[in-house]
């Protein structure tokens, strides 16, 4: 089983990203998947989940900017980022879980893929 992350990279503030994470080897089409981050010296975050039923949920300092969604048929997940920042500046990890519901604890996420980085220049 592996996830992909892709679509980072520098933008300036206020710009937009749209990251991927295209998963093979296991469809995750039921399954929770979520967006983390970290940055240098912190630890890894939660940004954004969604359901096997396709609800979300976001860590407070993205709501309103960011949005998350899947395409089954793809088995992949996005993460829309509009109205970047500057502290938005790290590397976005996707994973996913077994399980259909949403967690924002980096633990209960079964799989995970490589990182991509997202630079956000003032």
């Known amino acids: 089983v592996q996830l992909q992350a892709s679509g980072g990279g520098l933008v300036q503030a206020g710009g937009s990203l749209r990251l991927s994470c295209a998963a093979s080897?296991?469809?995750?089409?039921?399954?929770?998947m979520g967006w983390f981050r970290q940055a240098p010296g912190k630890e890894r975050g939660f940004v954004a989940a969604?359901?096997?039923?396709?609800?979300?949920a976001y860590t407070d300092s993205v709501k309103g900017r960011f949005t998350v969604s899947r395409e089954d048929a793809k088995n992949t997940m996005y993460l829309q980022m509009n109205g970047l920042k500057p502290e938005d500046t790290a590397v976005y990890y996707c994973?996913?879980?077994?399980?259909?519901?949403?967690?924002?604890?980096?633990?209960?996420?079964?799989?995970w893929g490589q990182g991509t980085q997202v630079t956000v220049s003032s």
């Open positions: 969604i359901s096997g039923f396709s609800g979300t």
């Open positions: 080897g296991r469809t995750f089409s039921g399954s929770a």
């Open positions: 994973a996913a879980r077994r399980n259909y519901g949403y967690s924002y604890r980096s633990s209960e996420y079964d799989y």
